[in-house]
């Protein structure tokens, strides 16, 4: 019996092994007006991120862009909860519809390769590229 129960563990798909990521879409925290909490995301490809609506307004979208080859653009509705898994590795950008001029966007790193500012497009809004900027360096201060 013990030999049937290792086997089918063993056989089980990768995806069981896959975690779940919470992300909080917000107003404000300690990093300033409309943030997602975490802003910066270290996943492995086939884990899922649930973007809570923590605050009313606010949606999670993908950033055009900003899809690592193979991935798929999502888009969330306002006020509501979206589940995605994220396959593709790479470099995923991540906004607030609404509030992206503002500069509610995040960065979502699926496997090994950090994000550098290299993965910026030039043609975000100024307050979002400042933000994913600010993101990138609080980043580098933890990780020292």
Request: net charge negative; glycine share 8%.
């Amino acid at each position: 019996m013990l030999l049937r129960v290792a086997l089918l563990a063993c056989l089980m798909p990768v995806a069981a092994l896959a975690e779940v990521h919470e992300v909080k879409m917000l107003n404000r925290n300690d990093t300033g007006p409309m943030p997602f909490e975490p802003d910066y995301l270290v996943i492995q490809p086939g884990d899922t991120v649930k973007f809570i609506a923590a605050d009313p307004g606010h949606n999670a979208a993908t950033i055009a862009g900003m899809i690592p080859e193979g991935g798929a653009k999502f888009v969330g509705k306002i006020n509501e909860e979206i589940e995605v898994t994220l396959e593709a590795p790479g470099i995923w950008g991540i906004k607030c519809s609404p509030h992206y001029t503002m500069g509610m966007a995040m960065l979502i790193q699926v496997g090994d390769t950090p994000a550098t500012e290299a993965d910026l497009p030039a043609d975000l809004p100024e307050a979002a590229r400042q933000r994913m900027v600010e993101i990138l360096a609080r980043r580098d201060a933890a990780a020292e």
